[in-house]
Structures are given as structure tokens and as C-alpha cells.
């Protein structure tokens, strides 16, 4: 089983559209992430949050919120969906260690805004 | 402003001889630099790190090197194979940060 799962993995959906993409890990991290890819660019990180309590902004929150539900889960939701939030987002989890900080990525939701 | 760049969008080479992907970064409080490998369809699959102590660092055939002088740092794969095919990220951050900063990735393709 993956240890960082993402649903949907496809969506298509009308501007104007509330949307919800979901998250849940079974690693047992406390640091999770959203991020989107859009073609020719790299990564970038919408919010990120290090335990239930925590909701921090990332490089490109507009647009976006987020929701830490439990350790396991992490939300990001579309309150009014434009076309140029068409992307690829993945959903990431982290956990510091001595050796450092590397993040490990779900399989990603392609998202499609009309 | 990008802080992470990888300059070459795509990069071809023949199997079995030295692949060779290049990052730049632009932000000197970095050290803690990683490489990620993504194949369609999945997510970016975490490949190796290197800490700003090192200037090397191995991991079968994969090797990253760092030049903290020259902000750059590069991933040498020995040799090649055909499965290698795939974008490769580099990211940077603090070791103790809270943020990664990816770079836009390579596409490489190895050719049979």
C-alpha cells in the first residue's frame, strides 16, 4: 500500500466550483504539504503544516486553503475554481531527522478547471 | 524570483555512459540539497541528498556534488540505463527549514 495516497487522482470540474482534494499518509509524519506543478516550472508550495494546529502559507496560497484535519490527514481546498488553477498538485510529508529533511510525495491529482 | 534553476529543460544520452544534470542556486543560506526523480503519472520519488558539510556523496550509481562556492550542484548517474528515463528535480533548503525550493526539472532520456 502507498504510504502517501491522493483522492482524486483526476478532476475535472466548471470555474466557479467549490473543490476538495484529500490527502491521508500512513508514514506517521508530522510535516505535510501541497504543492502544484505547472508544465515548465518546478514545485511550488501552497501551504504546509507541521501538526494539527499548525497552517502555514506557502509561495502561492491565493486561492487555496487548507485543512488539518488529524496527523494523517491534510485537505487543500478550492473555494471558487478558476482556470488557471489547472495542475498537477501533490501532497507531500516530511519528518526531521538527523540526516536532514526529505519529503516524501503522493502520486499527485491532475485537476482540470473549465 | 526562482532561487533553484536547472538551465537544461531536456537531456539525451546513449546507455551505459555518464548522464549528467545541473542546478544552480542563488540563495547562500541553503545546505541541504536533494535530488527527486519523477516518472508520468506518479509523484517525485525522493533519489539522494547532500549536506552543505560534503561536497560529495554516493549512493550506487548516483552521485551528487556540491560546489557551495559556485551556488551549483550536479547528479551524475554511472552508467545510464533506459529505466533512468524520467524529469529529475533538485530542490535546496535549510537543513532545519521549514521550505523546499525545487528547481524546474531536467527530462532525461537514455537511449538504448
Known amino acids: 500500500d502507498a504510504d502517501v495516497t491522493q483522492t482524486p487522482r483526476n478532476r475535472i470540474t466548471k470555474t466557479g466550483k467549490r473543490i476538495m482534494l484529500e490527502c491521508s499518509q500512513t508514514?506517521?509524519?508530522?510535516?505535510m504539504y501541497w504543492y502544484r506543478q505547472d508544465p515548465g516550472l518546478g514545485l511550488q508550495l501552497i501551504y504546509y503544516?507541521?501538526?494539527?494546529?499548525?497552517?502555514n502559507k506557502g509561495e502561492i496560497s491565493d486561492g487555496y486553503s487548507v485543512s488539518r484535519q488529524a496527523q494523517a490527514k491534510f485537505s487543500l481546498s478550492l473555494e471558487s475554481a478558476i482556470p488557471n488553477q489547472t495542475a498537477l498538485y501533490f501532497c507531500a510529508t516530511s519528518d526531521l531527522t538527523r540526516k536532514g529533511n526529505t519529503q516524501y510525495f503522493g502520486p499527485g491529482t491532475r485537476l482540470t478547471v473549465l | 524570483d526562482q532561487q533553484v534553476k536547472q538551465n537544461s529543460p531536456s537531456l539525451s544520452v546513449q546507455e551505459g555512459r555518464i548522464s549528467i544534470l545541473n542546478c544552480d542556486y542563488t540563495n547562500s543560506m541553503f545546505d541541504y540539497f536533494l535530488w527527486y526523480k519523477k516518472y508520468p503519472a506518479e509523484g517525485p520519488t525522493f533519489l539522494i541528498s547532500?549536506?552543505?558539510?560534503?561536497d560529495k556523496n554516493e549512493d550506487g550509481r548516483f552521485t551528487v556534488f556540491l560546489n557551495k562556492s559556485a551556488k551549483h550542484l550536479s547528479l551524475h548517474i554511472v552508467p545510464s540505463q533506459p529505466g533512468d528515463s524520467a524529469v529529475y528535480f533538485c530542490?535546496?533548503?535549510?537543513?532545519?527549514?521549514?521550505?523546499?525550493?525545487f528547481g524546474t526539472g531536467t527530462s532525461l532520456t537514455v537511449i538504448p
Open positions: 508514514k506517521g509524519h508530522d510535516r
Open positions: 503544516s507541521f501538526d494539527v494546529k499548525d497552517i
Open positions: 530542490a535546496a533548503s535549510r537543513i532545519t527549514g521549514n521550505q523546499f525550493y
Open positions: 547532500i549536506s552543505s558539510i560534503k
